[in-house]
């Protein structure tokens, strides 16, 4: 029973996995809490684990290769095609499970902290300049409620704003 390739899918708080060993026998179907996936890794031999490439699949990437695994992360439509009955965890686990040994199956790079950093940041500034043009159309439609046209952009909103 020497697990060779597990499927883990990833959630808030439980995670389910779906592992089989060389010949493709499934020889491990588990749901593990948070806390215990680790522990739980670190009592199975190295092997190839895959996850869907999700919010914190490249923290967890990160920790589960630290203990000597091959992870590989996958977009969640390239998995999706690999679920045979309805879809719940378990069927996603056995479906990444399966997904991950495809030859011609494309990879997520995992990010480094830095590079998550990096990203972060630009989605916080992507969602605040998206939040400051809602409020500038706002404010124009409200002003022409009185009458009062303004010019879009915000350098000539807020010019009128000013003046």
């Given amino acids: 029973m020497r697990i060779t390739t597990l499927g883990i899918d990833l959630a ?3 995670f389910q ?6 010949e493709g026998a499934v020889v491990l179907r588990k749901k593990l809490r948070r806390a215990g996936l680790l522990d739980f890794l670190r009592s199975v031999p190295p092997c190839l684990i895959g996850m869907e490439a999700c919010a914190s699949s490249h923290y967890w990437a990160r920790e589960i290769a630290g203990l000597g695994h091959e992870v590989r992360l996958i977009p969640p439509a390239y998995v999706k095609p690999y679920v045979k009955r309805q879809k719940n965890d378990a069927a996603d686990a056995e479906a990444i499970c399966e997904a991950v040994t495809r030859p011609s199956m494309r990879f997520v790079p995992v990010k480094s902290p830095e590079q998550q950093s990096v990203l972060m940041l630009h989605r916080a500034r992507d969602l605040l300049m998206r939040q400051r043009t809602v409020l500038l159309n706002a404010i124009r439609a409200h002003l022409a409620e009185f009458g009062i046209v303004a010019a879009q952009g915000p350098a000539k909103t807020m010019i009128w704003w000013r003046g």
């Fill in 12 to 14: 808030k708080s439980v």
């Fill in 17 to 22: 996995l779906h592992g089989v060993d060389a």
